[in-house]
């Protein structure tokens, strides 16, 4: 069975999300309560930060674990895993 | 009775956060199946995309239609309403 | 003659502009001695940051002064202005 | 003698800092000329832009060289490396 790097802390990862999860639903409260645009995007800002930290997270486990692990064992496989986290790093930057 | 200028797209920006709510508990899913890492990353800067394109339209609203109403009243209240507008902007940039 | 916002602080744009040319000599100048990717890239973050507060404090003026003089004015010129910089918000943001 | 990943490419990463060198001279000349604000923010989105490819290009050769052989070599040196690349990447998101 394959278990990805992130798989250690699956627990935190989860805890993480659920929390960006009722940031946004938070966000839907303050829509409808008609609360004041600058707030809202005070509080947008808050879930786009962090939404950034968990990404940087995983991905920083994916480096340590699947990447590593990979590049240890080398060939096209060690190649093509480190093509694809720079492209993932360039989409992160870019979002 | 104080309405704000997205008041008149709330169910438009509902819309989007109820999407957004249901990409968030997409990547809880996503860890708890243990999904690729990679996989993972691309989803959570489509969110991140999502949350900002949510964050610029209430943004324009802002400015067409609080600020706009401030600045034409003029004084200290359209100053102050610009100054908070730049400090918004700015946390959206570094976010 | 038309001036712009900027115009006020159009010394102190210059200087910060000139500062962040010295900064990219300066990466230059690594990549010519062979410097230490990673030392690299930490001052290339330096220079993003110094460009988006030239960015920021630009807009902010723009803000200020074009926007808030064409609002009150009111009319097309107005809604244009705003269009404008929500677009010229939007770029920085995805910059 | 110490070569770094990126000095494969070294002429092309110069070639780019001194076009973003240019660039950022002629944010200088429009500020002088008094340009119009919003075209000086177009210029200075397409400046942060140019910043942000060089810096993912020199990343991702730092992932295949450097990084990939620290890890090859295996040890806490290999650990260093990637802590060091994830701190950068965690900067270059957030400039």
């Known amino acids: 069975m394959a278990t990805y790097g992130y798989h250690h802390d699956k627990q935190q ?3 993480r999300l659920r929390r960006i999860e009722g940031q946004v639903r938070g966000l839907q409260r303050m829509v409808e309560e008609d609360s004041y645009c600058i707030d809202i995007l005070t509080q ?3 879930v786009n930060k962090a939404l950034r930290s968990f990404a940087l997270s995983l991905l920083d486990e994916h480096l340590k674990h ?12 060690a190649e093509e895993k480190v093509r694809e ?3 993932a790093i360039a989409r992160l930057v870019r979002s």
Do not use: F, K, P, Q
């Not at 699947?66 to 496989?77: D, F, K, P, Q, S």
């Open 66 to 77: 699947c990447v590593a692990h990979a590049v240890a064992n080398g060939g096209t496989e």
């Open 44 to 46: 947008t800002s808050a």
């Open 13 to 15: 990862h989860l805890n």
């Open 85 to 87: 986290a720079s492209e």
